[in-house]
């Protein structure tokens, strides 16, 4: 009796459980299978063969503890393990181009198929991004309800993470990045929480940040700016130790395997070509998910509420604020103009969600319809996208084209005519829009539409 009893009040605690939740777990579900559908077909493997590149300097590490992989860096000329002719970058050995500890993971998952030195498989190496991407849309989810009060904002930013089709396609490739997702979102959900051991996860956040690849010193440096602005001593000494543990950490495996070329291929990074356009170019005249053009609005939108909510909340989310800055600036010192690897933006993808939310629930809140119709006007390229991987973008006649423009004018007209509730829900079906596309667009995404797509934006 009592052990029937026990499983009631079990059962009750769960059903109590799904009742507050089945919102957000429904939203993280949608995350996963989206992730999940068809994930080896697109992104198209061999448009980056860093995928590639990525598993096989983990598979070696873990069969023969040397780390073994592709690079084109002339430092390398006396460490060369197997030429491969003219216009493909040879095996080197030991490849220090990055720090370790991602590659591991890819590097798993070939080893349970392969030996190091074959072509993995595309299926194996891209799973654990899977999961790695659906645990960042949780993570979101957590980092979100920390900093605002709204579980409507929660909710939203959550949806947007889940669904864009940028952020899904772009959670799905075999980079660094992805993982350096995870440490930004960790980092913001510790800085805000009051856990005790908060300062020692900081610090081991911080750490692995940095051996995930060297871009990852930006976490523990955000850290430490926000100490430092917040005026939180404690705070600032643990963003420094991080770094100082972090640098480190790479400098000892670097001096382990070879400290003379370990400097050489750093300086060598280092020496690349710079440029004073490199953020517009990649952003607005470039955008992609890999190498190809691909865009879908999302980021263009995130970037003006970013802007937004610098201007009219200065004083809060300086966290997020100082980690979107920092990555700008990161990516503008260290990538040339003509750079346009898609994941150099991944950490960004988070950040823009949760601004995008609170954008939406702002200006909808204030009744700014006019801000709502010119930011239904940046994302149209969402609506573009689904009907041209599902085969009737070129059967739209203009009418139909300037008619699905001025749908965003809906709440607007209606504000017009004084029927606030009718203002309101068009608003929601703006959003239902917005939503359908995006799914669609992941869905039936297609490799010949994608090129096509590539080559119309660039042959003008």
């Known amino acids: 009796m009592g052990v029937l009893c026990h499983n009631i009040k079990v059962l009750k605690k769960i059903n109590i459980f799904f009742k507050k939740n089945w919102i957000i777990l429904t939203i993280i579900l949608l995350g996963l299978f989206l992730r999940a559908y068809r994930y080896p077909e697109f992104p198209i493997m061999g448009e980056t063969a860093d995928e590639t590149a990525w598993a096989i300097l983990g598979a070696s590490l873990i069969q023969e503890r040397q780390p073994t992989s592709w690079s084109y860096f002339g430092a390398y000329q006396d460490f060369i393990y197997q030429d491969n002719g003219d216009n493909i970058a040879p095996l080197v050995r030991p490849a220090l181009d990055h720090p370790p500890l991602f590659s591991l993971i890819p590097g798993f998952f070939h080893t349970l198929k392969n030996s190091w030195d074959q072509t993995p498989s595309i299926k194996l190496i891209r799973f654990p991004m899977i999961l790695i991407g659906a645990f960042n849309v949780w993570l979101l989810y957590l980092v979100a309800k920390k900093i605002f009060k709204e579980k409507t904002i929660a909710h939203l930013a959550t949806l947007i993470y889940a ?10 490739l075999v980079v660094a990045e992805n993982l350096l997702v995870t440490w930004v979102l960790l980092a913001i959900y510790l800085i805000k929480s009051q856990s005790k051991h908060k300062n020692l996860f900081l610090i081991l956040v911080s750490v692995a940040a940095i ?19 917040k005026s939180e001593k404690q ?28 400097l050489k291929i750093n ?68 990538a040339g103009e003509q750079t ?23 200006i909808t809140t204030k009744k700014m319809y006019w801000l709502i119709w010119l930011g239904w006007l940046f994302v149209l390229p969402t609506i ?35 029927k606030d509730k009718f203002a309101q829900k068009s608003i929601l079906f703006l959003g239902m829009l917005l939503l359908i596309a995006g799914i669609t667009t992941v869905i039936a995404i297609n ?5 096509e797509m590539d080559q119309f934006f660039s042959t003008r």
Not at 163 to 172: A, E, I, L
Not at 211 to 229: A, D, H, M, N, R
Not at 447 to 451: I, K, L, M, N, V
Request: proline fraction near 4%; charged fraction near 10%; charge should be positive.
């Open 163 to 172: 669904v864009v089709p940028t952020f899904v396609f772009g959670s799905r």
């Open 211 to 229: 051996l995930t690849k060297v871009s990852g010193l930006i976490i523990p440096f955000g850290i430490l700016l926000y100490g430092w602005q």
């Open 235 to 262: 705070i600032a000494k643990i963003g420094l130790l991080g770094l100082i543990l972090g640098e480190f950490s790479y400098c000892l495996y670097g001096a382990l395997l070879n400290w003379q070329l370990f």
């Open 267 to 334: 300086l060598s990074q280092a020496d690349r070509d710079l440029g004073l356009s490199t953020l517009l170019n990649r952003l607005f005249l470039h955008p992609s998910v890999v190498e190809k053009f691909f865009f879908d609005g999302w980021l263009i939108l995130g970037l003006f509420a970013m802007i937004a909510w610098l201007l009219i909340k200065p004083k809060k989310y300086l966290i997020i604020k100082i980690y979107a800055v920092l990555w700008l600036a990161f990516i503008a010192a260290t």
């Open 340 to 362: 346009f690897h898609g994941w150099y933006d991944y950490p960004l993808y988070p950040l823009l969600a949760l601004s995008v939310a609170w954008f939406i629930y702002y």
């Open 384 to 418: 573009r996208l689904a009907l041209v991987f599902s085969n009737q973008y070129a059967e739209i006649s203009n009418f139909s084209l300037r008619l699905i423009m001025g749908l965003g004018a809906l709440p607007l007209g209606f504000s017009f005519m004084k």
């Open 447 to 451: 490799s010949r539409d994608y090129w």
